[in-house]
């Protein structure tokens, strides 16, 4: 199991860094006709959790892509650490990872010969291999075929293995998909603690309460546009319907307008008369958002 | 693109003992390995010699038995004794025998005698039996009986054999370490053409070359690959000459062939690897491909000079065993051994100006 120190959702809406870590600038990547990306900007702070939302085929892996160097923009640009994505390439390279959504682990090599693999390919010490697998619950599967490792053994090897040149910038791609929910929590939990040693994010999934718990902000893409840019509670504000639910002494359910004065009158009412068991707010969830946004959900 | 050592050598680490151990990659050593070793045991170094059955009257006379020991050194002549000239020519229309003897009573004391006994000599109207060697010999043995001098001491050579004509070939190196080289050859080309390529496609098509290119580059990982490959080419060319009990005349020609060919085999492999989708996509069509790169290996010695034979000259696993055969033999066997090098050197550049043509347009 994956050992981090339980983090509160309080600590991690620690306000990131100033220092900028991912600048991109009207970034975009054409294959033929097709606009994969089509000229998207925005910044994302050292420290910061970024998510980044959208359907299958909207972009986001292109994006993913050329912030990694392995492709090309066709137009704009984009800095990592204040170093260009195209030239300044080999130099970013050692300061980021990546926790890929395909398990592409060597399944024939025990899980201590994958990290050490990746030791000798980062100039890491083999002391860090050590500290991994134990960080990550694995030292005594160490010695074993990856191939006989269960889907949430491989993807704590994965990230064992993203942490191995200890990343200033790591992207998560799809990190808790097949993980029990156990493990999801653990993993969620890591990526707090990785934001709090000011580790920057760089989050995709589909899981819009992930995003939601994690995040101090969200992206939407849709198409290869960047339709949505937001803290998750901005966006929810924004999006949402700002009423709340009220459960009443005798089970029933009120809703209520915020805005609206008679509503607010008739809270203070059963406030008064010592009715009220609950009021939930009714702002909306992401997957409201996205849905209002891009016109389905993920 | 730049090269990194460390990541070349951690890549190559990997690659060198992970690789074998996939199945595909293991067969593409073995089976050729397997092949030399029992081309080893099956044939000797002797040349084998033509056979061909003379059948003769049986008189008491000891031409036949003079004639047998005159040829035993190139010919395996069987003798077949016959009661009369009738069963001989029955016996050579059978196409039971090569050659007939038709041989008076009294032959050899007539002979001693200086009385010019006939002598017949019957021919099958067929293929390949050696008449003029045959008929050439009768004489030298009948000269030999009346205790007539020769009058020449006669040597046969071939002097500037025609490009790998097959009795040179076989007579010079012989069958076991001809079929041997030409099973090098083909360690050679699965390796090349299929180990490697099998290495390189698993890594696209389990993802982990996009792990790797996180931090290597291409080229890094390319050079690797096909550093495993040369490799386990040395480990398997050295092992089979140590098991084999071979060693090269002429270590110079034969080692720089076969590192030549490596290298370019090798090229058209990691490009190869490249093209297909899976290491088992690949392992399936890599019969086909290989068959006619290490075909030529084996009949490059052979085959007569027609339209078929330049097509094969072209192909690199040729012009490999011909610079292994001559630097095996230590001798000119294949001539103009520059041509070899050169149609190898051009295959090198093609090979590894489109890799790199190809890893160049990658990242686009």
């Given at each position: 199991?994956?050992?981090?120190?339980?983090?509160?959702?309080?600590?991690?809406?620690?306000?990131?860094?100033?220092?900028?870590?991912?600048?991109?600038?009207?970034?975009?990547?054409?294959?033929?006709?097709?606009?994969?990306?089509?000229?998207?900007?925005?910044?994302?702070?050292?420290?910061?959790?970024?998510?980044?939302?959208?359907?299958?085929?909207?972009?986001?892996?292109?994006?993913?892509?050329?912030?990694?160097?392995?492709?090309?923009?066709?137009?704009?640009?984009?800095?990592?650490?204040?170093?260009?994505?195209?030239?300044?390439?080999?130099?970013?390279?050692?300061?980021?990872?990546?926790?890929?959504?395909?398990?592409?682990?060597?399944?024939?090599?025990?899980?201590?010969?994958?990290?050490?693999?990746?030791?000798?390919?980062?100039?890491?010490?083999?002391?860090?291999?050590?500290?991994?697998?134990?960080?990550?619950?694995?030292?005594?599967?160490?010695?074993?075929?990856?191939?006989?490792?269960?889907?949430?053994?491989?993807?704590?090897?994965?990230?064992?293995?993203?942490?191995?040149?200890?990343?200033?910038?790591?992207?998560?791609?799809?990190?808790?998909?097949?993980?029990?929910?156990?493990?999801?929590?653990?993993?969620?939990?890591?990526?707090?603690?990785?934001?709090?040693?000011?580790?920057?994010?760089?989050?995709?999934?589909?899981?819009?309460?992930?995003?939601?718990?994690?995040?101090?902000?969200?992206?939407?893409?849709?198409?290869?546009?960047?339709?949505?840019?937001?803290?998750?509670?901005?966006?929810?504000?924004?999006?949402?319907?700002?009423?709340?639910?009220?459960?009443?002494?005798?089970?029933?359910?009120?809703?209520?307008?915020?805005?609206?004065?008679?509503?607010?009158?008739?809270?203070?009412?059963?406030?008064?008369?010592?009715?009220?068991?609950?009021?939930?707010?009714?702002?909306?969830?992401?997957?409201?958002?996205?849905?209002?946004?891009?016109?389905?959900?993920? | 693109?730049?090269?990194?050592?460390?990541?070349?050598?951690?890549?190559?680490?990997?690659?060198?003992?992970?690789?074998?151990?996939?199945?595909?990659?293991?067969?593409?050593?073995?089976?050729?390995?397997?092949?030399?070793?029992?081309?080893?045991?099956?044939?000797?170094?002797?040349?084998?010699?033509?056979?061909?059955?003379?059948?003769?009257?049986?008189?008491?006379?000891?031409?036949?038995?003079?004639?047998?020991?005159?040829?035993?050194?190139?010919?395996?002549?069987?003798?077949?004794?016959?009661?009369?000239?009738?069963?001989?020519?029955?016996?050579?229309?059978?196409?039971?025998?090569?050659?007939?003897?038709?041989?008076?009573?009294?032959?050899?004391?007539?002979?001693?005698?200086?009385?010019?006994?006939?002598?017949?000599?019957?021919?099958?109207?067929?293929?390949?039996?050696?008449?003029?060697?045959?008929?050439?010999?009768?004489?030298?043995?009948?000269?030999?009986?009346?205790?007539?001098?020769?009058?020449?001491?006669?040597?046969?050579?071939?002097?500037?054999?025609?490009?790998?004509?097959?009795?040179?070939?076989?007579?010079?190196?012989?069958?076991?370490?001809?079929?041997?080289?030409?099973?090098?050859?083909?360690?050679?080309?699965?390796?090349?053409?299929?180990?490697?390529?099998?290495?390189?496609?698993?890594?696209?098509?389990?993802?982990?070359?996009?792990?790797?290119?996180?931090?290597?580059?291409?080229?890094?990982?390319?050079?690797?690959?096909?550093?495993?490959?040369?490799?386990?080419?040395?480990?398997?060319?050295?092992?089979?000459?140590?098991?084999?009990?071979?060693?090269?005349?002429?270590?110079?020609?034969?080692?720089?062939?076969?590192?030549?060919?490596?290298?370019?085999?090798?090229?058209?492999?990691?490009?190869?690897?490249?093209?297909?989708?899976?290491?088992?996509?690949?392992?399936?069509?890599?019969?086909?491909?290989?068959?006619?790169?290490?075909?030529?290996?084996?009949?490059?010695?052979?085959?007569?000079?027609?339209?078929?034979?330049?097509?094969?000259?072209?192909?690199?696993?040729?012009?490999?065993?011909?610079?292994?055969?001559?630097?095996?033999?230590?001798?000119?066997?294949?001539?103009?051994?520059?041509?070899?090098?050169?149609?190898?050197?051009?295959?090198?550049?093609?090979?590894?100006?489109a890799l790199v043509f190809r890893l160049s347009r990658i990242r686009n």
């Open positions: 199991m994956i050992q981090t120190s339980p983090v509160e959702s309080e600590q991690r809406s620690t306000t990131p860094d100033s220092e900028v870590m991912i600048d991109v600038r009207n970034l975009s990547k054409r294959f033929g006709d097709i606009k994969a990306v089509d000229n998207i900007s925005f910044t994302v702070h050292r420290g910061e959790i970024f998510s980044f939302l959208g359907h299958n085929g909207a972009g986001k892996t292109t994006t993913i892509r050329m912030l990694t160097g392995r492709s090309r923009p066709t137009s704009g640009s984009a800095t990592i650490a204040g170093m260009d994505i195209v030239t300044q390439r080999d130099d970013i390279l050692p300061i980021i990872n990546v926790v890929p959504e395909d398990q592409n682990l060597y399944e024939r090599l025990t899980g201590r010969a994958n990290l050490e693999l990746f030791a000798d390919l980062y100039g890491a010490p083999r002391q860090r291999v050590d500290e991994l697998l134990e960080r990550v619950g694995l030292e005594e599967a160490s010695k074993r075929a990856t191939k006989t490792y269960s889907s949430g053994m491989k993807q704590r090897l994965l990230i064992a293995r993203a942490l191995i040149n200890k990343p200033e910038l790591l992207f998560l791609d799809e990190p808790t998909r097949g993980l029990d929910p156990a493990s999801s929590k653990e993993l969620r939990d890591m990526i707090n603690e990785l934001s709090q040693q000011n580790t920057t994010v760089f989050l995709t999934t589909h899981l819009m309460e992930e995003a939601d718990d994690l995040s101090h902000t969200v992206a939407f893409i849709s198409a290869g546009k960047l339709v949505a840019i937001d803290s998750p509670r901005e966006l929810k504000l924004r999006h949402g319907e700002r009423s709340a639910a009220v459960l009443l002494e005798d089970r029933s359910e009120q809703v209520i307008d915020l805005h609206d004065a008679a509503d607010a009158r008739r809270l203070q009412e059963w406030m008064e008369a010592g009715q009220v068991l609950a009021i939930h707010s009714r702002e909306g969830t992401l997957e409201d958002v996205f849905i209002e946004i891009a016109g389905r959900s993920l | 693109m730049n090269l990194n050592w460390r990541n070349i050598n951690a890549i190559y680490r990997k690659d060198l003992f992970d690789a074998i151990k996939d199945a595909r990659v293991l067969l593409a050593l073995i089976v050729p390995f397997g092949i030399a070793i029992f081309y080893n045991v099956m044939f000797d170094d002797e040349e084998p010699m033509q056979e061909s059955t003379v059948v003769y009257t049986e008189v008491g006379s000891t031409l036949p038995e003079r004639l047998q020991e005159a040829l035993s050194d190139t010919i395996d002549l069987v003798l077949e004794p016959a009661d009369s000239e009738d069963e001989v020519r029955q016996v050579l229309e059978d196409e039971d025998a090569d050659m007939g003897l038709i041989i008076p009573e009294g032959f050899d004391e007539d002979l001693m005698d200086e009385q010019t006994p006939a002598l017949g000599l019957l021919f099958r109207d067929g293929d390949g039996v050696p008449i003029n060697t045959l008929s050439g010999s009768v004489d030298l043995v009948v000269r030999q009986m009346v205790g007539t001098p020769e009058p020449v001491a006669l040597s046969v050579e071939m002097v500037a054999p025609p490009d790998g004509t097959g009795p040179s070939l076989f007579t010079d190196l012989g069958i076991r370490v001809y079929f041997v080289l030409a099973s090098m050859m083909m360690l050679i080309g699965t390796i090349g053409i299929l180990a490697v390529p099998i290495i390189l496609a698993e890594e696209a098509e389990k993802k982990t070359l996009e792990a790797l290119t996180l931090i290597a580059s291409y080229l890094d990982v390319v050079i690797a690959k096909a550093l495993v490959g040369l490799t386990y080419l040395g480990v398997g060319i050295g092992l089979l000459l140590a098991l084999t009990q071979m060693w090269p005349a002429d270590p110079l020609i034969f080692f720089s062939g076969v590192l030549m060919l490596g290298v370019a085999l090798v090229g058209f492999g990691l490009l190869l690897g490249g093209l297909f989708k899976s290491a088992n996509q690949l392992n399936n069509w890599g019969g086909l491909i290989l068959l006619p790169v290490i075909a030529p290996a084996f009949i490059v010695g052979v085959w007569e000079p027609d339209v078929f034979g330049y097509v094969i000259e072209a192909i690199p696993v040729a012009q490999g065993m011909k610079l292994a055969v001559n630097g095996m033999s230590g001798e000119a066997i294949f001539a103009n051994i520059w041509i070899s090098y050169a149609i190898l050197a051009v295959w090198i550049v093609i090979a590894y100006a």
